[in-house]
């Protein structure tokens, strides 16, 4: 047997002669040298990790089969947000599995992102037609946050919000205890009422209905909406997409907000996540969304082009005025979800429901006609069911013939069907309650609720209904993307790293991918141990002493991490601490995490040489020392440099009282040489969709796991249907889910599991060579703006255009563009330094891509020299032309550059990557908002 490659030597991309002559280039003996000289030394831990031994993918691949073989899934009808669905298998392999899908960036260059734009224009059509509202959002981070988020947008929205924001008690109860812990960071007070006995008395600024609720209930929202309207306050409805093909829109009725979850549109349950959860809103109110919104806009030659609308909503402008810390969502399940809804159709997805619906009603039946009381008097696809003193006995039975039904108390069961539930499993059910069968049951929804109004009436939700049809529109799509799957995307802060096959493989094993969320704990145990690994694993590596992996973003991780302190400091009587000091350069998540977390956002500035100004820091310490409740800190820094300074950030904080909290968005530059945790943080949350390997989806999924030092642990998040149950009473729950995107965790364990110590240790000083190489070479020709006093950076650098753009009038912009016609997708732009491009280039790239890329870079550098020198004008430079589509090459061509200049820059490349749009106008877009499925006829010629 040959030995093969360790997989180590798979995910470092630099072969070892590369990384000899790139540390000659930077003149290095050894990658320990580099280490030594860029890494303080006052940071750098001492011993090598304690993880465990590496594995063979092979290896690797056993275990994750085994621990998913100790899940059992069974039959989910536990219902309560989480259904079973049948994921297409052309959307699962195309999609969920598909590298040009799953291993995309955010579309912030939506030139070469048109295909999944296209597919989230398709999602927020769909959400749009089946909640009767005009704009959706292209997701949020799943159902219980998109509840909270609902209700801060109510009270932005309204002018004058005060009271109360009530919620119906036939409400999710993971929403609710969602909301109450955002809601009490704010101060914003939560009633639960019964809604059957009409809106409760005083103040109020919001209401919540579930529809249909959470017993199956369902009530006619009409009599509350107008109710609250009557009162000035606004209505979300948190709605079953599903249901909605067969009951009337939300919006029709008058509600402001819909939101939910697109789960049971194909998305396997995994466990509680990831899945996308949405949101509509009414006209008017689109500005105050969160999350991103996909609109139309037009190209430089005149054609419908999709790109992200009304960015300055987000926090990477709006900073602590955010309308939410949201940046990574959900795209890819969002994608998913849409595609689901492409492939069946208006009248696929009705029949599904009716489905669903009618195996309820035979178990309905069946248990009228032996006495079983059913409690809700209407149901679209759930049961509340009384069994006096029987619950638990019927739940075990159903158990044992691998059905889980949801044990609500003594006396009550209540389940929920499904896409899954077949004829086999309403007769298993009745068998669990002791009945038999009665016959076939018909339609029995509440006739004014019925639905009427079309949905889904666009083409594209019409017109592919044979699976070549849906896989060539799947690939025609993709084809429209750069991914990581045609070369490197060197985006600074982001991380884009290899996502191994061996990796991802494991998250479509039954076992996990099928798991329900509040399944019993038994039933789980593969999960537990998994997250048990890995969470260790994580508290190892950043020198912390707990971990939670239940937030599901890094901007979760940021929330549940504030919320700690928060909790800290009002357990020990500070209850005035509310200053929150931030670094100019501060990821926009931060402020706008700070002010979630019911913090005051003071900046602190930034010095010359892109450090923390401590003389800055030591006098804002002082002037808020009774205040002060923490500083957040990103390490290294957004400017990408190790900063010699932070042990003193750290002191002063501390000294003053407050506490740390170290952004750990980062720590590829950090794993294995520092750890937070030893060098002064008291809490810092990761990005799992950064340095472990997690894909990014296209702007999601993501996991922010939260690490505290001891005193911060009493404070994690909870969740009240924690199967740790030490875990469910305690700060609230960040997710809606216990584990929040669990079905995603098996890629980072088995990431660590391939790499161990070593692995790991060397892949962050591969990284870190990578990004020294890039400023070194490219420093020749644009300024890299900030190193660390070894006059090496991090594992990533900045270099400076502002210069070259006030001279020649050639932007941040214009480079981004051109590169896609060279071939590559851009460096982050104007973060966070406006007028400059961070390059993180990552220890995946090999080192031929890292040449390609900086070659592509010098020669742009000559065409920006030839707008110096007066040949073209910036606007009618090829830098302002670009990206060329491959309309250059065939009509009239009146620029004065040629067109093999334009779409060969680097010589004839019969791989060439072809952008199917040409510059897009974003001013336009936002002008003249459209952010659902244009007509087909705008795209003709
Ligand atoms: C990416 C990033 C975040 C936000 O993470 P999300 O998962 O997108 O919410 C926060 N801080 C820094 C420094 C980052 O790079």
């Known amino acids: 047997?040959?030995?093969?490659?360790?997989?180590?030597?798979?995910?470092?991309?630099?072969?070892?002669?590369?990384?000899?002559?790139?540390?000659?280039?930077?003149?290095?003996?050894?990658?320990?040298?580099?280490?030594?000289?860029?890494?303080?030394?006052?940071?750098?831990?001492?011993?090598?990790?304690?993880?465990?031994?590496?594995?063979?993918?092979?290896?690797?691949?056993?275990?994750?089969?085994?621990?998913?073989?100790?899940?059992?899934?069974?039959?989910?009808?536990?219902?309560?947000?989480?259904?079973?669905?049948?994921?297409?298998?052309?959307?699962?392999?195309?999609?969920?599995?598909?590298?040009?899908?799953?291993?995309?960036?955010?579309?912030?260059?939506?030139?070469?992102?048109?295909?999944?734009?296209?597919?989230?224009?398709?999602?927020?059509?769909?959400?749009?037609?089946?909640?009767?509202?005009?704009?959706?959002?292209?997701?949020?981070?799943?159902?219980?946050?998109?509840?909270?988020?609902?209700?801060?947008?109510?009270?932005?929205?309204?002018?004058?919000?005060?009271?109360?924001?009530?919620?119906?008690?036939?409400?999710?109860?993971?929403?609710?205890?969602?909301?109450?812990?955002?809601?009490?960071?704010?101060?914003?007070?939560?009633?639960?009422?019964?809604?059957?006995?009409?809106?409760?008395?005083?103040?109020?600024?919001?209401?919540?209905?579930?529809?249909?609720?959470?017993?199956?209930?369902?009530?006619?929202?009409?009599?509350?909406?107008?109710?609250?309207?009557?009162?000035?306050?606004?209505?979300?409805?948190?709605?079953d997409l599903l249901a909605l093909t067969m009951l009337e829109a939300p919006g029709t009725f008058g509600a402001d907000v819909v939101v939910g979850t697109s789960q049971r549109f194909g998305v396997p349950l995994f466990y509680g996540g990831p899945h996308a959860g949405y949101m509509a809103v009414a006209k008017g109110l689109e500005r105050h969304m969160p999350g991103r919104l996909v609109g139309v806009s037009i190209d430089a030659e005149g054609r419908p082009a999709y790109r992200l609308a009304l960015g300055t909503r987000e926090q990477h402008i709006r900073r602590e005025k955010a309308t939410s810390n949201i940046c990574t969502a959900q795209v890819l399940l969002a994608v998913t979800a849409s595609m689901y809804a492409v492939y069946h159709g208006p009248e696929g997805l009705a029949a599904i429901a009716k489905r669903t619906h009618l195996h309820a009603a035979d178990i309905a039946a069946g248990l009228a006609a032996s006495g079983i009381a059913v409690v809700n008097t209407t149901f679209f696809d759930t049961l509340t069911v009384s069994v006096p003193g029987r619950a638990a006995a019927v739940v075990r039975t159903a158990r044992e013939v691998g059905i889980h039904l949801r044990l609500v108390d003594a006396d009550t069961v209540a389940l929920s069907t499904s896409e899954l539930t077949t004829e086999a499993s309403v007769t298993a059910v009745l068998m669990a309650f002791g009945v038999g069968r009665t016959g076939v049951a018909s339609v029995t929804l509440p006739e004014s609720l019925v639905r009427t109004s079309e949905f889904l009436t666009h083409p594209v939700f019409n017109a592919h209904r044979s699976e070549t049809q849906m896989l060539r529109y799947l690939a025609k799509l993709s084809n429209r993307d750069y991914a990581l799957d045609r070369g490197m995307i060197p985006l600074g802060s982001c991380t884009m790293k290899l996502n191994a096959t061996a990796e991802m493989e494991p998250i479509s094993l039954p076992g996990f991918a099928e798991l329900h969320p509040f399944a019993p704990a038994a039933d789980a145990t593969g999960y537990q141990q998994l997250v048990?690994?890995?969470?260790?694993?994580?508290?190892?590596?950043?020198?912390?002493?707990?971990?939670?992996?239940?937030?599901?973003?890094?901007?979760?991780?940021?929330?549940?991490?504030?919320?700690?302190?928060?909790?800290?400091?009002?357990?020990?009587?500070?209850?005035?601490?509310?200053?929150?000091?931030?670094?100019?350069?501060?990821?926009?998540?931060?402020?706008?995490?700070?002010?979630?977390?019911?913090?005051?956002?003071?900046?602190?500035?930034?010095?010359?040489?892109?450090?923390?100004?401590?003389?800055?820091?030591?006098?804002?310490?002082?002037?808020?020392?009774?205040?002060?409740?923490?500083?957040?800190?990103?390490?290294?820094?957004?400017?990408?440099?190790?900063?010699?300074?932070?042990?003193?950030?750290?002191?002063l904080v501390h000294k003053a009282g407050g506490q740390v909290y170290i952004d750990g968005a980062n720590f590829n530059a950090l794993l294995g040489y520092a750890k937070p945790g030893e060098f002064g943080g008291?809490?810092?949350?990761?990005?799992?969709?950064?340095?472990?390997?997690?894909?990014?989806?296209?702007?999601?999924?993501?996991?922010?796991?939260?690490?505290?030092?001891?005193?911060?642990?009493?404070?994690?998040?909870?969740?009240?249907?924690?199967?740790?149950?030490?875990?469910?009473?305690?700060?609230?729950?960040?997710?809606?889910?216990?584990?929040?995107?669990?079905?995603?965790?098996?890629?980072?364990?088995?990431?660590?599991?391939?790499?161990?110590?070593?692995?790991?240790?060397?892949?962050?000083?591969?990284?870190?060579?990578?990004?020294?190489?890039?400023?070194?070479?490219?420093?020749?020709?644009?300024?890299?703006?900030?190193?660390?006093?070894?006059?090496?950076?991090?594992?990533?650098?900045?270099?400076?255009?502002?210069?070259?753009?006030?001279?020649?009038?050639?932007?941040?912009?214009?480079?981004?563009?051109?590169?896609?016609?060279?071939?590559?997708?851009?460096?982050?732009?104007?973060?966070?330094?406006?007028?400059?491009?961070?390059?993180?280039?990552?220890?995946?790239?090999?080192?031929?891509?890292?040449?390609?890329?900086?070659?592509?870079?010098?020669q742009i550098k000559g065409e920006i020299d030839r707008v110096a020198a007066g040949e073209w004008t910036p606007e009618n430079s090829v830098l302002r032309g670009a990206p060329h589509t491959s309309r250059a090459l065939v009509g009239d061509w009146e620029r004065p550059y040629s067109r093999e200049l334009a779409v060969f820059p680097a010589g004839i490349d019969p791989d060439k990557y072809w952008p199917p749009v040409a510059r897009i106008d974003n001013a336009y877009g936002d002008r003249n908002l459209v952010c659902a499925c244009p007509p087909i006829e705008s795209f003709a010629d």
Request: proline share 6%.
């Open 1 to 239: 047997m040959s030995e093969a490659r360790a997989f180590v030597d798979r995910h470092i991309g630099l072969a070892p002669a590369d990384i000899a002559s790139m540390l000659q280039r930077l003149g290095y003996e050894s990658l320990e040298d580099l280490m030594d000289a860029a890494v303080p030394t006052a940071i750098r831990t001492k011993d090598l990790l304690n993880l465990p031994e590496p594995l063979s993918e092979v290896e690797v691949g056993a275990l994750a089969r085994k621990l998913a073989s100790q899940n059992v899934p069974g039959e989910p009808m536990i219902g309560l947000g989480y259904y079973g669905t049948v994921t297409p298998g052309v959307i699962r392999r195309n999609v969920l599995e598909d590298p040009s899908w799953y291993t995309a960036y955010t579309p912030y260059q939506p030139e070469i992102s048109q295909g999944r734009l296209e597919a989230l224009i398709n999602f927020q059509t769909m959400i749009g037609d089946l909640t009767g509202l005009p704009v959706a959002n292209s997701s949020l981070l799943d159902e219980g946050t998109a509840v909270a988020e609902a209700m801060t947008l109510v009270r932005r929205a309204e002018r004058n919000a005060k009271g109360a924001f009530v919620m119906d008690a036939d409400a999710l109860p993971q929403s609710i205890e969602v909301v109450r812990t955002r809601a009490k960071a704010l101060g914003i007070d939560v009633v639960v009422a019964d809604l059957s006995q009409g809106l409760p008395e005083g103040d109020l600024f919001g209401v919540l209905v579930q529809y249909p609720g959470a017993s199956g209930e369902i009530r006619d929202p009409r009599p509350i909406i107008e109710a609250a309207h009557g009162r000035g306050a606004l209505v979300v409805v948190a709605a």
């Open 532 to 651: 048990s690994e890995l969470e260790g694993w994580l508290a190892e590596v950043t020198g912390y002493d707990k971990v939670s992996i239940q937030p599901n973003a890094g901007s979760q991780g940021e929330l549940a991490g504030l919320l700690a302190i928060r909790g800290y400091h009002l357990a020990n009587g500070d209850t005035h601490r509310d200053i929150c000091l931030m670094p100019s350069s501060a990821h926009g998540t931060n402020a706008a995490s700070a002010v979630m977390a019911g913090m005051r956002v003071i900046v602190v500035k930034s010095a010359e040489d892109g450090t923390v100004d401590l003389a800055d820091l030591r006098a804002k310490c002082e002037e808020h020392a009774e205040d002060l409740a923490a500083i957040m800190v990103t390490y290294p820094s957004t400017h990408g440099v190790y900063e010699e300074g932070i042990t003193e950030v750290c002191e």
């Open 682 to 858: 008291d809490v810092s949350h990761l990005n799992l969709h950064k340095t472990f390997c997690i894909p990014h989806g296209g702007g999601g999924p993501g996991v922010g796991p939260v690490a505290v030092r001891e005193h911060l642990a009493p404070y994690l998040p909870s969740h009240p249907f924690h199967p740790d149950t030490e875990k469910a009473d305690g700060i609230g729950p960040i997710s809606a889910a216990p584990y929040g995107s669990a079905g995603i965790l098996p890629i980072s364990w088995a990431y660590v599991r391939l790499m161990g110590a070593e692995g790991l240790t060397r892949a962050t000083a591969a990284a870190v060579l990578s990004a020294n190489y890039v400023a070194a070479r490219l420093g020749e020709h644009y300024p890299v703006l900030y190193r660390g006093d070894s006059g090496l950076v991090a594992h990533e650098c900045i270099l400076d255009l502002r210069g070259m753009t006030a001279e020649t009038g050639v932007s941040v912009d214009d480079v981004a563009k051109r590169l896609i016609d060279y071939g590559f997708h851009a460096p982050t732009m104007s973060f966070p330094v406006a007028g400059t491009l961070m390059v993180e280039p990552t220890e995946s790239e090999d080192l031929a891509e890292l040449d390609r890329f900086i070659e592509a870079m010098i």
